[in-house]
Structures are given as C-alpha cells and as structure tokens.
C-alpha cells in the first residue's frame, strides 16, 4: 500500500500542475501585441534554456546524451517537438483571438481522442462503454459544429495533436525532463531564428514594450516548467487512474475563464454540445475506474479480456 503522506503530496503536485495549466488563459494575452508564432518561439526559446539548466542541475546529462544518440527516440522526439509546437500554437492563437471555451474543448475530448488514436493506429481494443463514450462525444461535436456555424476546427486540433504527441512520447518512452529538452532542442533553434528576424526586420516586440513586457517573455520558460515538474512529482506518487481525475481540472478552469472572466457567448446549443461532453467524460471515467477495481480484484494470471 502507497504511503498516505505520499499520496497526499502527489495529490497536491498534481492539483498544482492542472491549475497552473488551467490559468494559462490569463498569462497569453499579457504578451500582446505579440502574435501567436513569435509567443511560441519564445517559449520555445526559453523553455530550452530553463530545460537545460534542470538537466545539468538534476544530473540527467547522462539520459539526455543517451536519447540524442539513439535514432529512433530521436526521430520521435524531433516529431514530438513539432507536434507540441502546434499545440501550442493553436492553443495561444485561440486564447488571444477570444476562443478560450473552445480551447477548453480541444482538451476535454482529448482523452476521447486518445482512445480513439489507439484503437485506429495501435489497434488496441475498446471496451463497450469506451464506445458509448466516444460515441457521444461525437455527437457533442457534431452538435457544436451546427451551433458555431463550422467544426470546432481549434478544439479538434488541440485534442488531436496533443493525442499525437502523447502517443509519440509513449513510443519514445522517455524521462519528462530530459525528453522535453531534447524536444525543444530540436525545434528551437528555428524559433530563435524567427526571432532574430522578427527584430532585424522591426516586428519583433521583445524589447519594444518595456522591461516588464521582456521579463514576461523570459518567463515563459517557467511557466512552461513548472507545471511540469509538478505533473512529474505526482506522476510517482498517484496512480495514473487519480491522474487521469486531475486531468479536468485545467479544462474546467479554462472554461470557467472563458464564460465568467472573458465573457464569451454561450448560447444554448452550445451549453447542449458541452453537456454531452460531459457526459462522455463521465460515462468513460466510470468506465476506467471500474474496470481498474475489477483488474485489481482479478485473480492473479486472469487476463483482462475476460473483463471487458
């Protein structure tokens, strides 16, 4: 049995890693008038150097070489880091254009997605509910794409290029800390170089706007970081069933910012559309932890198809 102090810690790391995701949606715009792309490269950009202190200080050079010189989790990590960066992208572009609720979205149906991305490309085998899950959470979308007047083009891409990356880190099967370096290795140098021609060519806000408006830019490598140093101290004190519950709590907080902070219409379709998503999480997280108890409760050698 896990120590109790232990749980209770990873519980609060947990907690701390989805609000301060959740918040996101407050900390974007303060980097206005930047644009979306060079938001993105100074995360990227910062999130390398803050990465590569946390490797030397954490001693993890050793990992970080040893994934460098292996090809294939390279190449994976290379694709990772490219797939975070849309994320990303469409993550600060949806924030700053006033499509906080619909972000929201991309990551409430992302466990959704997720299941669906393993049964089409890992076919892995769903069970029962799982369809009546994702089945619903279609509908919901197909009740939103007729609310919006189009597909919910920005939670769609959030959900299915975050499901990419997820399932591209899995097949990486790396350490968070020196994968995320490794990641933004990769791909920031092409931000830098976005960067420096955004300044040569005067569009660049880096410096434009004050000292408080730079320092808000360098911070976006902890901002980055934090989170997830805490989502990786709870990852090895909770199961991943309690994870999974923590997991809501960042879309719940985006919503919330989105309908009671930045005030965004919700009509009644669209509070129809979301109800349905939820739901799906509700039948899929009932789902999970029941089939997790029978497993558990399974005799030793039994195979888990005889619980679905």
Not at 138 to 143: C, E, G, K, S, T
Not at 160 to 186: P, R
Not at 216 to 231: D, N, Q, Y
Not at 258 to 281: C, K, N, S
Request: proline share 5%.
């Amino acid at each position: 049995m896990s120590d109790p102090a232990e749980h209770r810690q990873g519980v609060a790391f947990g907690v701390a890693a989805y609000v301060m995701w959740g918040a996101f949606p407050l900390y974007w715009p303060l980097l206005e008038p930047a644009g979306a792309f060079e938001i993105l490269a100074h995360r990227l950009i910062w999130s390398m150097v803050v990465m590569a202190v946390l490797v030397v200080v954490m001693r993890r050079t050793t990992q970080l070489h040893r994934l460098a010189t292996t090809p294939r989790t390279l190449g994976l990590l290379a694709l990772a880091g490219v797939t975070v960066s849309i994320n990303w992208t469409g993550y600060i572009w949806g924030v700053n254009h006033g499509y906080v609720v619909e972000t929201s979205l991309g990551y409430f149906i992302n466990p959704l997605v997720t299941v669906l991305m393993g049964v089409l490309l890992l076919r892995e085998r769903m069970r029962p509910l799982q369809w009546v899950a994702v089945g619903i959470g279609l509908a919901a979308v197909l009740v939103l794409a007729f609310d919006y007047g189009r597909p919910p083009w920005i939670a769609l891409l959030l959900a299915f290029s975050f499901g990419t990356y997820g399932l591209l880190k899995k097949k990486a099967n790396a350490g968070a800390i020196e994968s995320l370096s490794l990641e933004t290795a990769v791909v920031a140098p092409i931000a830098l170089v976005y960067v420096v021609w955004l300044g040569v060519s005067g569009h660049g806000h880096f410096t434009s706007e004050g000292a408080g408006h730079t320092a808000l830019f360098i911070s976006a490598g902890l901002v980055t970081a934090v989170p997830l140093i805490c989502f990786g101290a709870a990852a090895v004190r909770v199961p991943l069933v309690v994870l999974g519950l923590l997991q809501y709590l960042a879309p719940v907080l985006q919503f919330s910012l989105g309908v009671l902070y930045f005030h965004e219409d919700m009509p009644a379709g669209r509070w129809i559309g979301f109800g349905l998503v939820w739901v799906a999480l509700a039948v899929f997280t009932y789902e999970t932890i029941r089939f997790r108890r029978a497993t558990l409760r399974a005799p030793a050698g039994a195979g888990a198809d005889a619980l679905t």
